[in-house]
């Protein structure tokens, strides 16, 4: 794992130091994982459209199914934005800059869960009960579906080979379908997407129920590589920031079940960056 890590580490870095700015004069391309929508493709749709209306420009998403895939857009100038998580913020600061962070209720932070199938006599009633079981994760560079798990096993005393298995799910959704459909015991998932999924009423939620909730961290920001700027970002952070203030805005966040965006500061990701410190292979420095 720790190999692994640098080696990712070091192909983004030479991505960064050698990508020259890809701008297509015509559009802003923002990469992102899928979200946790039903109607994915529609919603990117209507949200590429409301913004192309106030940046002046086409605005393109472009989904792939890892944090990973993302970042290689990204630092190879194929994007000229992305929406990832705050471990590989850190992780990669240096080459990043925020562009703007989501609100959720009102604040940039969120919480990860661990969850586990809601069936009687379930035995997982925390992190020290995994030893023996299986974990779902959801992707190698998430924090709440990766890190935390990694700094929660420890704290609880149970290293990581001692699982019985661990899995990556590639998102946060089908953590909560792999624990739901009992193919894991347990799920370290994004507590915003739990939450998000119950109040859609998605069925795997009815079969889950989470048994941990971890501190506040910043909320998955929205990030440019550092460098020269496409010319219409500073128009495009100007409509997320502004989204809370017209009706379709506010029903485009209603969907993500976000309630605006902000400038955000990387303070907001300190919580993160101490525990991937003490998480060996993480890529992150003392």
């Known amino acids: 794992m720790q190999r692994r890590h640098w080696l990712a ?19 802003l391309r923002i990469g992102l994982t899928p979200v946790i929508l039903a ?36 630092f190879s100038g194929q994007i000229d934005a992305a929406w990832i998580c705050g471990y ?22 969120y919480q990860a869960y661990l969850i586990r199938p809601k069936v009687p006599g379930a035995e997982v009633q925390g992190w020290a009960d995994l030893k023996g079981r299986v974990l779902a994760y959801s992707d190698p560079l998430s924090n709440s579906g990766w890190l935390v798990a990694q700094a929660q096993l420890a704290k609880a005393g149970v290293p990581v080979r001692e699982l019985k298995r661990a899995f990556f799910t590639h998102g946060h959704r089908n953590v909560a379908e792999a624990v739901a459909a009992r193919l894991a015991q347990a799920g370290s998932i994004d507590g915003y997407v739990w939450e998000t999924m119950r109040s859609q009423g998605m069925p795997a939620i009815a079969k889950t129920e989470v048994v941990w909730r971890s501190e506040p961290f910043g909320f998955p920001p929205l990030v440019t590589r550092k460098g020269p700027e496409h010319p219409h970002m500073e128009s495009l952070r100007l409509a997320l ?46």
């Open 241 to 286: 920031l502004r989204m809370s203030d017209d009706k379709v805005g506010r029903e485009l966040l209603a969907s993500l079940n976000l309630s605006g965006f902000t400038p955000g500061q990387p303070v907001l990701f300190d919580s993160i960056r101490r525990q991937a410190q003490q998480v060996p292979g993480s890529g992150v420095g003392g």
């Open 9 to 27: 580490a070091s192909v983004c870095g030479l991505a960064s130091a050698a990508a020259v700015p890809g701008w297509a004069a015509d559009r």
């Open 39 to 74: 109607d994915q493709v529609a919603f990117l749709s209507r949200w590429g459209r409301y913004l192309a209306s106030r940046v002046g420009i086409e605005v393109e998403f472009v989904a792939r199914e890892s944090y990973q895939s993302i970042l290689d857009l990204l």
């Open 88 to 109: 590989p913020f850190v992780r990669f600061e240096n080459e990043l800059n925020l562009l703007a962070v989501p609100l959720y209720q009102g604040q940039p932070f």
